[in-house]
């Protein structure tokens, strides 16, 4: 871990804690109240390398030479006529772009280095910037399973109850299209779906990239909602999406239109190229890193050109297949090492930058569970800035279990607890209750004890530490029994935060209006 | 992870690249064969820190204060006149004895810095010292489980298969007590497990330190099935125990008669003082520290009195307990950061150390899964150089279970992937690839791919990665039952390794012998 960042920040010399003693003052209680804000978390880890500084530029410069050789396939006509302004050869029979190394690089040093995303109430404000931790649930699972209802296609009622448990854990930092409402029509689901972030959650909402249309839509609800005319929306960014790349080198039409429309309303877009190795990539690390460093970096170049400075991070989700089946693996010694090399090439950029984990395990099981967390590690030990699919994945993300959410909630709330400060000071050395104690006896009743004991330690969602027969009695519930019951009791529990009730009214009149109109269709 | 270690050593210069290419020997060939080593593992990671190095001298000093104003309770006679004579102050009436740093830092001096343990076969030499990474399974536990036969008493047939277990896979570096063979009478349970350690692996086998009849009727067993005479055996360190202080600040009988005949026989002795924040000792991290660090150096310090340069091993095992109801718990975010601040400690004092995760959960479930996966990521990242109950335990170790032995096997085995290279040379880089597979194509037919493909990513032994039809048609097992097939599967085609089938004649004659003569009971 650093020594030097806001972790190690209450880290007492030890000169300094004498003279506090010795003047008499004891401070000893602010001490005892431990208070873990697992909103603002700053990565306490040094980042890790996988690459020496010479492969990394070895990769960067090879990923340029794709996009100045190679190029990448743009299929939106807007897009290309952007990067043709700028100097880069088009070729509208085949769509091909090729991007010259300046012309990326000047891109890329307009991108800022910070995105402070404005959410619904000023405590949910989240800045991104390399150091800072932001986590997300898995998204954008086309099913949802749960042990009472069993695997079924996503609903806009599955959609709701998993943004009520996003909105009801301070780990979980953004929202997300966690499950995708399949029983509402595709030209209405934008509506519905933002209808139930908007007033359901004063995180910041997500919106997919499905064309102009909707995003238009989306944007307009967003002020709506929240009261905001349109250059107030315009100065912050207030709402994200994740453009995919279309691995290998190409950009269709939604995601091209996408990352120029949310450049051109100042909202972030989070540049994402999906690269399984062995299948839409080269299956060496090094050689996917080159593909998905070149993608991402002409994704954002093009977020760039439509406007400099527009709020953007840059992003990898890289893991392997089975050279067996094809089947997408992840949570993988080869996703742990891609996200280690992914982290080292976003700070060669300087950018804040998303990575992730997954789970290709179809239970919530003890594969699918250190598969999540194997990935995860990758992904904070490489100084990700928003960590993706940190909760509930399996299946490779084509189902979004409940409990799996619940209990890799736990792991996510642990990493919380890690970047929280540990304190070396005078009363955390704890001579007095060292002597206190005599040989073989116990803390129990140390007075140092007794006055931490209630907060001294993170307290689990869903683990239990009973004994053996303790938890028979209890009817021997595993993990998944007990999270079935947590994420039930949360849903009763619920209690939307305060939204404009007004905005809301706004909203479902103007869902009701665009519905009436036809809606938008996804592109 | 660090940049000049094993791991990184065959990432290639670009330059070096490029002149190799153009030597036209091609060597593309040697590399397209991915083999990962498993038993000589190097931890690539720059061991992470949760203290500042001030914090880390506080943390030292204090234990030093500890040693020598509050001192240690030592039971054994013995040993207390092996730290009389260094010039420890020793109250024979209370067994209390104050240790001089000097006499301390005196003492640690001479411990070994690197220690080469010499298996039953050449290639089951082990070499501990900073920087080696060896992992053992859960061990100590007095039940074992499995889905077939349920929770009981340890057993020795369980003894017996788990030994092979351990035996079969690489990744797991050292034999150890992984369960309590409660079937066997106390004092004839030495022989019967020693000879299935001896007669069934050729890993370093470990001995209880129940007593100086116990251990040396375990070391003649040694010297009788691998054909050394006494001499020859007291060179090298060929099997080891674990050394527990009894928290706080005591040291009883055996143990501290272990530590003195370990030394004497040039055995290793892995001192660990087990510390559960809140019961056994403070529950602040650093105050914790202080005590574990203490005990583990008075422990250290007595080895090395009773034998300048024995071989001794630093050790740590910290974690929590559940402070409303005093349950232990393990793989906790306390356990993780103690982790992290021991393997500091152990580098202050420059000797190999071990390290713990573990499991409070009483199924092999999500929960259990995700805490052995978290203390393992403290005591890796800590850079341990012995990592302990790194697969099966459940119940905070009172139970094994066969199932998590192989679920937790494939996360070990994802660390030993991890501590494998990365090449970054121009054929990972793979420009040609790049350049084969058209935008949106695939590489699965990539002549780069064709080369790599068997070989090229980790296979998992558990781990089910096909699509949830598939996986549902194959009676949609999760990863526990999987397991259970796969540990069975595994005892079937078990095959002893060659033995020296004299030796274990002789070592059979021996046992009947010293039970015929009532054996040796426990101290």
Redesign the interface.
Known sequence: ???NTA??AP????SK?RTRRSSGRGNARADVQRQVDYWNLRN???P????????V???H??AL??LQD?G??VLSKEARDLFRRTGALVDEESC?VRIGRDIVHDAIDTAPRSVLLKGGSAKRDLLLELGTLAIQTGAGAPHATDLDRG?RPGSLEDFTELIKLTQSYDIFHMLNPIVEAQDIPAHERHYRVNRVQLSLSDKVPFVYARGTAQVEDCFEMFQIARGLDDDEFRRAPRSFTVINT?S???LDVSMAQGLVDFARYGQLAIVTPFCL???????????AL??SHAEAMSAIALSQIARPGAPVCYGAFIS?V??K?????FG???Q??AN??SGQLARKLGLPWRCSTGA????????????T??GA?GAV?AGATVLLHGAGWI?GG??LSYE?LI?DL??MQ?FG??CAA???DE?????D???E????????G?S??MK???T???E?I???????GT??END?M???AR?NLIWKRKLEEFEAPRVDREGIGHLDEFIARRIEQGGANPV
């Open positions: 871990m650093r020594s972790a190690s880290i007492v010399d030890r804690a306490p880890f040094e890790a390398k996988i690459f020496s500084e010479d492969a530029d070895a990769i410069e090879e030479t794709v190679l990448m396939k091909m695997r279309n290998p080198r190409q190795m062995g299948a839409m990539a080269p299956l060496t690390v090094a050689g080159v593909l392997n089975d050279m089946s094809g089947a997408p693996a993988t010694p080869e742990f090492k280690l090399g290709a395990g179809a239970a919530s099981d003890a594969q699918a569970a250190n598969e967390q194997m590690w030990l299946e084509l189902t799996k209990t736990e792991v642990m607890e890690i540990t304190p070396a009363a955390a050395l704890a001579m209750a060292l002597s104690v005599p040989p073989g006896g116990h803390f129990f140390a140092h004890t931490r004991f209630r001294a330690f993170y689990p869903v683990a239990d530490w009973s004994n053996y938890w028979r021997g595993d993990a998944n999270a």
